[in-house]
């Protein structure tokens, strides 16, 4: 038991690293687990949002864009990267399959990082670039 335990607090440990928010979540969307970064993003507590449907903390729109990369997950068994913004916060995620002991899809893990500054960045480079083009 105490090993299981320590696992446990282990494993914990791991996901609530700081720079990614992740998420595990099946082919309804209902949430399994959340680290603290993830609730901390949607202004909860991880029990506020464990067994909540992850499609219903987000307007119509957006959620659709995000359940489509997931739902292609479960139906590929293959990771799947996209980027996109919502409320002025861009996102890179990356959603990773869980297998099942049969080998099917049965939930999946999702890490999301804030790369709003990076978009930023990009931004203000690539309208310098443009502007020194005119230039010459």
């Known amino acids: 038991m105490k090993k299981l335990i320590e696992k446990e607090k282990t494993l914990r440990s791991l996901i609530d ?8 979540i099946d082919a309804q969307g209902i949430i399994y687990e959340v680290n603290a970064l ?9 029990p506020e949002l464990i067994g909540q449907n992850l499609w219903d ?3 119509q729109a957006i959620a659709q864009i ?32 869980i297998f099942d002991q049969e080998g ?7 890490f999301n990082r804030d790369i709003t500054k990076r978009k930023q960045f990009e931004e203000t480079l690539t309208e310098s670039l443009a502007k020194n083009q005119a230039l010459l």
């Open 104 to 110: 099917k899809v049965f939930r999946v893990a999702i």
């Open 57 to 59: 903390l987000y307007p």
């Open 17 to 24: 690293m700081p720079l990614d928010g992740i998420g595990v």
């Open 38 to 46: 993830a609730a901390q993003r949607r202004q909860k507590k991880i």
């Open 66 to 97: 995000r359940k489509k990369h997931v739902l292609k997950v479960f139906k590929t068994g293959k990771p799947e990267r996209y980027e996109d913004e919502y409320q002025g916060v861009w996102n890179d995620s990356n959603i990773y399959p």
